[in-house]
């Protein structure tokens, strides 16, 4: 059965800090896909990233840069310079190719970041 | 491309009293997913659909629950003999499938149950 853990449940960091949010997977598929969401106040949930289980190659995207390691089952998300913006709940999800096309997502429990001006 | 849109935002009811929430898929989304989220926890799947075909459902969907997508189009929820333990927020998302799918949430229809 696939799980995603996210430990940390809530981080306080103040503006302009860099702050690492950190998820680790379980899974027996060889052929997946990470998410993140940002789920800030208003309730829904936009995408930041998909990855597939086949590129570890790290990705940035302005402030945002994701770790991606298989050998530790991570898939840790960075913000440099955060702003108050940032501030929300942050997922981490699993995908495996399920029956019938059924790529449904397992979520970790969140992490909420609060960004103090 | 106007996102998946999801109806009502909110719904407050009685405990006992069905309730019906509708989504809006991307339309050229041919797949529509079903999750539940309760406070402080991530969203858990529900329920999936392929064109009009419910293929999978998870065994948190109890017999008071029964989805539809008439035509493929369209979904409806509908939760029978509401509880207590049934408010949460229901969001649905809309998918290409593939593998360079796109998944879209919905903003989500919170649900209280008093």
């Known amino acids: 059965a696939q799980k995603v853990t996210q430990a940390q449940t809530e981080i306080s960091v103040v503006e302009k800090e860099d702050v690492t949010l950190d998820c680790v997977y379980e899974t027996r598929d060889t052929t997946y896909y990470l998410f993140w969401y940002k789920q800030p106040p208003s309730g829904e949930l936009v995408f930041l990233i998909r990855r597939n289980s086949f590129d570890e190659q790290n990705e940035i995207s302005g402030r945002y840069s994701w770790n991606f390691q298989k050998s530790t089952s991570s898939f840790n998300f960075t913000i440099t310079a955060s702003q108050v913006v940032d501030s929300a709940v942050y997922f981490c999800?699993?995908?495996?190719?399920?029956?019938?096309?059924?790529?449904?997502?397992?979520f970790g429990t969140g992490t909420r970041l609060t960004i103090i001006p | 491309d106007t996102g998946v849109s999801q109806d009502p935002r909110h719904k407050i009811t009685k405990r006992g009293q069905n309730v019906t929430f509708r989504c809006d898929p991307i339309?050229?989304?041919?797949?529509l997913y079903w999750y539940r989220q309760t406070l402080g926890q991530g969203p858990e799947f529900l329920t999936y659909?392929?064109?009009?075909?419910?293929?999978?459902k998870s065994r948190l969907l109890s017999d008071r629950f029964s989805a539809e997508r008439p035509k493929g189009s369209f979904s409806t929820l509908e939760i029978q003999r509401t509880e207590q333990g049934d408010s949460a927020m229901y969001l649905c998302?809309?998918?290409?499938?593939?593998?360079?799918?796109?998944?879209?949430f919905g903003s989500g229809t919170r649900l209280t149950v008093v």
């Open positions: 659909f392929q064109n009009e075909a419910q293929l999978e």
């Open positions: 339309s050229e989304h041919n797949r």
């Open positions: 998302a809309s998918s290409t499938g593939g593998a360079n799918y796109g998944y879209t």
């Open positions: 999800a699993l995908s495996e190719a399920g029956n019938f096309g059924n790529e449904k997502l397992t």
